[in-house]
C-alpha cells in the first residue's frame, strides 16, 4: 500500500482497475491532477475529522475528469456530467451500491459548481475541496509545507501547470460550449475561444416566449 503525507492509496482490486483505467486514458497531466486531488481532499477530510469512505473518495477523484477525454465525452452532456456517468458505471461493474454511486456521481457532476457541495456528505465535499486546492489553490495555507511537498513531490504539477489545466479544460469542452451556461467553464472558453459567445441568463429570460 502507498503512503503519500500519511494518506494511504486505496489498493483494493476496484481501486487498482481505477487507478489503470484513468492512467490509460487521460493524459499525464490530469492523472497526476486526479491523484492529488484526491490526496488533498483526504487531508482536508482529516483536518475536518470528517468520517467517509476513503475509496468512495478514490473514484470519485479519479473519475472527476474523465468526461474532458474520449471515448467518455459526450456531444451534449457537461463533462461533469460524463465523468459522473463513468464513474457511475464502473462502480456498477463491481458491485457498488446504489447510495455510494450516487455519493460519487454527485461528488462529479458538482464539482466545478462553488458554494453546495460543501455541504453536502463528505466525499461530495472533499472531492470538490481537493479540487479546488490543486486548480484553485483555496485554503492553501490550511495544509502544511510537509503535505504540499509530499504530495507534489509525488504527483509533479510540472511546468506551467496553471496554463496546462486550463488548456486541458478547453479541448474538453470547446465542442459543446452550451454545457458551460451557468458554471465557471464559461470563463475557460471566454478566455481560450475568439469566437465563443456567453450565454446570459437574463437575455433568455427576457426573450422568452412569455408575453410578461
Known amino acids: 500500500m502507498t ?7 486505496p489498493d ?22 486526479s491523484r492529488r486531488v484526491f490526496l488533498f481532499g483526504a487531508l482536508a477530510g482529516e483536518r475536518k475529522q470528517l468520517k467517509y469512505d476513503p ?4 473514484i470519485g477523484a479519479m473519475f472527476h475528469d474523465m468526461g474532458l477525454v474520449a471515448p467518455y465525452s459526450s456531444e451534449h452532456e457537461r463533462f461533469e456530467v460524463d465523468g459522473a456517468n463513468a464513474a457511475r458505471d464502473f ?15 454527485t461528488s462529479i457532476a458538482l464539482h466545478t459548481t462553488p458554494g453546495i457541495p460543501q455541504h453536502m456528505k ?10 479546488e486546492m490543486d486548480v484553485l489553490g483555496l485554503a492553501y495555507d490550511e495544509f502544511t509545507e510537509e503535505e504540499r511537498h509530499a504530495v507534489t513531490h509525488a504527483h509533479p ?13 478547453t479541448q474538453g469542452i470547446i465542442h459543446k460550449p452550451h454545457t458551460t451556461f451557468g458554471n465557471v467553464k464559461a470563463d475557460v472558453l471566454e478566455l481560450k475561444d475568439p469566437h465563443y459567445h456567453r450565454e446570459n441568463f437574463c437575455t433568455m429570460i427576457l426573450g422568452s416566449s412569455w408575453k410578461e
Open 3 to 9: 503512503t503519500i503525507a500519511g494518506i494511504h492509496i
Open 12 to 33: 483494493s482490486i476496484m481501486a487498482r482497475e481505477a487507478t489503470d483505467l484513468v492512467r490509460d486514458t487521460e493524459t499525464e497531466l490530469l492523472y497526476h491532477h
Open 55 to 58: 475509496e468512495l473518495l478514490y
Open 91 to 105: 462502480l456498477r461493474r463491481h458491485g457498488i451500491g446504489e447510495d455510494d454511486i450516487e455519493q460519487v456521481w
Open 122 to 131: 463528505p466525499v461530495v465535499a472533499l472531492v470538490t475541496a481537493g479540487v
Open 157 to 169: 504539477r510540472g511546468a506551467h501547470f496553471k496554463e496546462n489545466i486550463i488548456d486541458a479544460f
